[in-house]
């Protein structure tokens, strides 16, 4: 599991833990009530260089995971892509895109089994809303890089994953706080029902037989099932 200071992530965590799983998880922020009851390893996925060591030395005891959960991801300020500068796009794209590929790097040298990855996307990945830059790219980006390892990863299930909309820091900072004169999507997000991340974890659980269903390196967006 990766990032799970917060939001889903937190969520996926609280529900794995009541289900008697041993949790490992790859984060910048280890809240207090996890410590102790996790295996944890502290990382920052904008320092590129240090999530293979970090991955590594995480999951250096481990032949199998049940469930691989890609969750962390980067968005800054809605703002135009003209106005965006690369340095920005490329700190997403490190996030939501190369810290995944050298995660899965990680585990495929480790020999690691793993019959489920399930990597976090976006709506955003494919419907192209103004505002969205370089977030909207790197979720486009990981959808893809889904499909090519599910041609390498010939014995594990991977999918990208829309979850819905979660209330979640991410959203509120900087989806709900935007110009919805200037975005529209913000207007049609605040009008539009939401979950909590425990909902959000709540209804992935319950439909992980259809997902399992879906052609590996699929992306899908769990509203449409």
């Not at 041993?22 to 904008?46: M, N, P, T, W």
Request: net charge neutral; proline share 4%; charged share 20%.
């Amino acid at each position: 599991m990766t990032g799970i200071g917060s939001g889903l992530g937190y969520a996926f965590v609280e529900y794995f833990l009541k289900q008697e799983y041993e949790v490992y998880a790859l984060s910048r922020h280890l809240k207090d009530e996890f410590k102790g009851k996790i295996h944890f390893q502290h990382c920052d996925l904008l320092a590129i260089e240090t999530v293979y060591p970090s991955t590594q030395k995480l999951l250096q005891n481990v032949k199998k995971l049940d469930v691989v959960i890609l969750n962390a991801g980067l968005l800054t300020p809605l703002k135009d892509i003209h106005d965006t500068p690369i340095y920005e796009m490329e700190q997403m794209m490190d996030v939501n895109v190369w810290a995944n590929k050298i995660i899965l790097d990680c585990i495929i040298d480790m020999k690691i089994e793993v019959p489920e990855i399930i990597a976090i996307s976006s709506g955003a990945s494919v419907n192209g809303n103004r505002g969205w830059h370089g977030y909207s790219i790197s979720k486009a980006a990981l959808n893809m890089l889904v499909k090519l390892y599910s041609r390498e990863m010939k014995n594990t299930h991977i999918i990208a994953l829309a979850p819905g909309l979660i209330i979640t820091p991410m959203l509120e900072q900087f989806v709900l706080s935007a110009d919805e004169n200037k975005f529209p999507s913000v207007q049609r997000i605040k009008n539009a029902p939401k979950m909590t991340p425990e909902e959000a974890v709540q209804n992935i659980m319950n439909k992980m037989n259809k997902l399992k269903n879906i052609p590996s390196g699929s992306y899908v967006d769990i509203r449409n099932l």
